[in-house]
């Protein structure tokens, strides 16, 4: 991926290339490992590498709230609901479906049409990391709190209604398998 | 740096992704590649906005909007299927055929034939 910039690589494009590599391998890993609690800590890796990818692209404010939201509270999430599913610990055959050689050639495809398309339409192109504060968190807060601020209001009573959501979700549910419970037990 | 780095970046991560949805039979680590591709265009857009120097930042002010959906999705999503896994004891996604309440008679055997495996019990059909 760096065959672009080897003539000249600076610093900044050697941090990228390698949190890059890590971000690949361990996305691979995720979707091909056979223990469930393992895809959940690589993912871990993938998305702090991700993290790492926006502070070299001097995105620091996204990059922090990828880490707090995505490593802090997607992961315990998704941890917590393996728990929840008695997710088995040691490996386990059946987490590949059948078709995953048709997936594997859907996922080539569409990573080899958008390549193809990303090299045609930007293989001269270069971006200036280096120029001041584009991604600091007082430029990006007067951008969503001046320009942005009603799809950020939408934002806001978006994720209240799904937090209520799930809420409503998990208390019917609760009801429900109480009543499937005991009418096994009488059954 | 050059352009093409992120962007070829966020193309591998997509397509891990995909491979990810397609591929998995357990609805949690489906839920998982979603947020791999989530996480692919996210890439795409800072690399987007930090090239384009955009005044009114709007690549990043989409990529927070879209880790916040992208929170909101997962908060539901696993509500959703730890209610299934309340009702099916199971969590995968080609042994969830019949959209109602409970598996139709025509699943019996199948689901049986499943017992063998373990993580994916048939329980479901004893309601």
């Known amino acids: 991926m760096s065959d672009q910039s080897l003539l000249s690589p600076t610093g900044l494009d050697i941090i990228f290339a390698l949190l890059g ?4 391998a361990s996305g691979l890993l995720v979707v091909t490992t056979k223990q469930v609690v393992h895809a959940g800590l690589w993912l871990v890796v993938c998305l702090g590498g991700v993290a790492g990818c926006f502070l070299v692209m001097s995105a620091e404010f996204v990059a922090w709230m990828q880490v707090l939201i995505y490593v ?10 393996m728990m929840l599913t008695k997710a088995p610990i040691g490996r386990s055959d059946d987490l590949d479906s059948s078709n995953k050689f048709v997936a594997a050639a859907v996922a080539v495809a569409t990573t080899a049409v958008l390549a193809v398309l990303f090299v045609d339409g930007y293989w001269q192109t270069m971006v200036d990391v280096d120029s001041a504060s584009t991604g600091s968190a007082e430029a990006l807060g007067e951008a969503i709190f001046s320009t942005w601020v009603l799809p950020f209001e939408a934002l806001s009573v978006l994720l209240l209604s799904a937090l209520v959501g799930a809420i409503v979700i998990s208390r019917r549910s609760a009801s429900a398998t109480e009543a499937a419970d005991e009418e096994e037990v009488a059954g | 740096m050059h352009l093409l780095m992120p962007l070829l970046l966020s193309a591998a991560l997509f397509g891990i992704g995909i ?9 949690i680590l489906i839920l998982m590649s979603v947020e791999l591709m989530l996480n692919a265009s996210n890439i795409s857009l800072i690399a987007f906005d930090i090239w384009l120097q955009d005044t009114l930042r709007t690549g990043q002010s989409l990529a927070v909007f879209i880790i916040t959906i992208a929170a909101a999705e997962i908060g539901l999503g696993l509500a959703i299927v730890l209610m299934i896994y309340r009702q099916r004891r199971t969590i995968a996604i080609d042994d969830l055929v019949s959209l109602g309440e409970k598996l139709a008679t025509r699943n019996t055997t199948r689901d049986t034939a499943r017992d063998t495996t373990g993580y994916t019990t048939g329980q479901g059909t004893a309601r």
């Open chain 1, 72 to 81: 802090g509270a997607v992961v315990v999430l998704l941890l917590f609901a």
């Open chain 2, 19 to 27: 491979y990810g949805v397609l591929a998995r039979r357990n609805a």
């Open chain 1, 21 to 24: 590599i890590v971000v690949i």
